[in-house]
């Protein structure tokens, strides 16, 4: 899906830096935004590390000289497993990257983010509301992280930041719920996300990317703390003005 909000925002003008562990993928990526003309940053980075959050916000600075927006895309699921079983490390590692990593990014770039009057996009689920047995760091995380962004906004009045419910995407994420879903969790809740693939309900990583890249350059002042869903009309009916195609 970061993809996806990149090759949005690209085709709108914004000056774009991609980040992510995979430096071959996010390489790949710049060089075909700046091949179709526009400017990109490829940032390989951990974001459950601190040091790096805040070299990437560095390096964007002395690259595009501001930062307009954030938005908080990277994630992970694993441990999928019950709570009993859930292996520690990874428990933790959950948290550092779901949670932590947006706090790090967040923290690093509010003075930039307050000088713009910038926004926050940060991507969340229906398991920051919902019970999914088997995710108990994912829905902690994320639970966390919808309420972390309702604390920034209260505390910061020259930005703007909301959390984006980005529905049931067809993802390398939701790849991951099939695989280890039948063994980890219970049979009906691992029996939805295979059908939703089976029935071709799962959302295109296109179309929840557009209102993440909307709200990243457009959304209002007075939804700063909400929880917003990626279908809600007042984000997809600009957005679509907003952003008619994606860079090829
Ligand atoms: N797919 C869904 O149905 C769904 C539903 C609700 C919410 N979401 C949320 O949507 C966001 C995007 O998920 P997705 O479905 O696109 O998942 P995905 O295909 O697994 O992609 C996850 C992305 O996060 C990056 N990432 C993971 N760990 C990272 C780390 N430690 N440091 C930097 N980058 C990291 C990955 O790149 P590298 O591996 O190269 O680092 C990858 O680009 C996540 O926040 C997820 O929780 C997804």
Known sequence: MGREIARWLASAGAAVVCAARSADRIEKL?????????SALAVCMDV???RECEE?????????????????????LDPVAP??????????????????????????????????RGRVVN???????????????????????????????????????????????????????????PKMMPPQKAAYFQELKETGRLEAPSVPARSAAWLALHAPADWSGELLD?????????AKKAFPAPVE
């Open 56 to 76: 990437a916000v560095q390096n964007t600075v002395s690259t595009f000289g501001r930062i307009d927006g954030l938005v908080n895309n990277a994630g992970v």
């Open 48 to 50: 459950s590390k601190r």
């Open 123 to 181: 991507i969340s689920t229906g398991a920051a509301v919902k019970v999914i047995e088997g995710w108990s760091a994912y829905c902690a995380a994320k639970a966390g992280f919808a309420h972390l962004t309702r604390v920034l906004a209260a505390e910061e009045q020259q930005i703007t930041a909301v959390s984006l419910r980005p529905g049931v995407v067809d993802t390398a994420m939701q790849e991951r719920i099939r695989q280890v879903g």
């Open 83 to 116: 709570l009993a079983d859930a292996d520690p490390d990874q428990w933790r590692y959950n948290l550092s990257v779901n949670l932590l990593g947006p706090f790090y990014l967040i923290r690093a770039a509010l003075p930039c983010l307050r000088d713009a």
């Open 230 to 238: 990626y279908d809600d009309p007042r984000i997809t009916e600009p």
């Open 30 to 38: 710049t060089e075909s935004i700046r091949n179709a003309g526009g």
